[in-house]
């Protein structure tokens, strides 16, 4: 069984190989250091999820951007988080906590901001991180799929 911090380096070396392939765009022009979307990876050891924190730099990763979630209590609207600097986790963390719940096939989530005109696509756009983002997103991954596209304009 992989160790937290081999689960850490497999993570890092996926982000990695996403920013190769244009998946996560500046926050700013001309600005490498914090990139848009998120990177979540289910825990081999547990029940907890390892996600890239808030305005990570996906570009150079450094581990100190990598947040592990053991828990989560959807009723009472908590994280517990762990961090090895202090960094908060991606806004959506929520969102990957109810996929890796509902979904156990789902061993990791790639939120970019690309789109790929899939016909599993969101029919309204809501703030990251609240209830009404979560549900919407999960009505189109109950159908199974492997893919939803979250409505949005393409850059």
């Known amino acids: 069984m992989q160790t937290h911090s ?3 380096d497999k993570m890092v070396e996926c982000i990695k190989t996403g920013f190769k392939y244009g998946l996560f765009h500046s926050y700013f022009e001309n600005n490498e250091e914090h990139h848009f979307g ?3 990876m289910r825990s081999p050891q547990n029940n907890g999820f390892f996600i890239t924190a808030r ?3 996906k570009r150079l990763i450094p581990r100190t951007d990598v947040v592990y979630v053991s828990s989560v209590d959807f009723n009472a609207r908590i994280l517990n988080t ?3 600097d202090g960094k908060k986790a991606s806004l959506n963390a929520n969102l990957a906590a109810k996929i890796f719940e509902s979904r156990k096939d789902v061993n990791l989530i790639v939120h970019a901001h690309i ?3 899939c016909d599993n696509k969101t029919e309204i756009d809501f703030s ?3 209830q009404e983002d979560v549900d919407e997103v999960m ?3 109950s159908k199974e799929q492997k893919i939803v596209e979250l409505l949005g304009e393409p850059n």
């Open 139 to 141: 009505f189109y991954f």
């Open 82 to 84: 762990h961090s090895m």
């Open 128 to 130: 990251p991180g609240t």
């Open 55 to 57: 305005g990570s730099n």
């Open 115 to 117: 789109f790929p005109r």
């Open 38 to 40: 998120f990177v979540a």
């Open 6 to 8: 081999e689960t850490i």
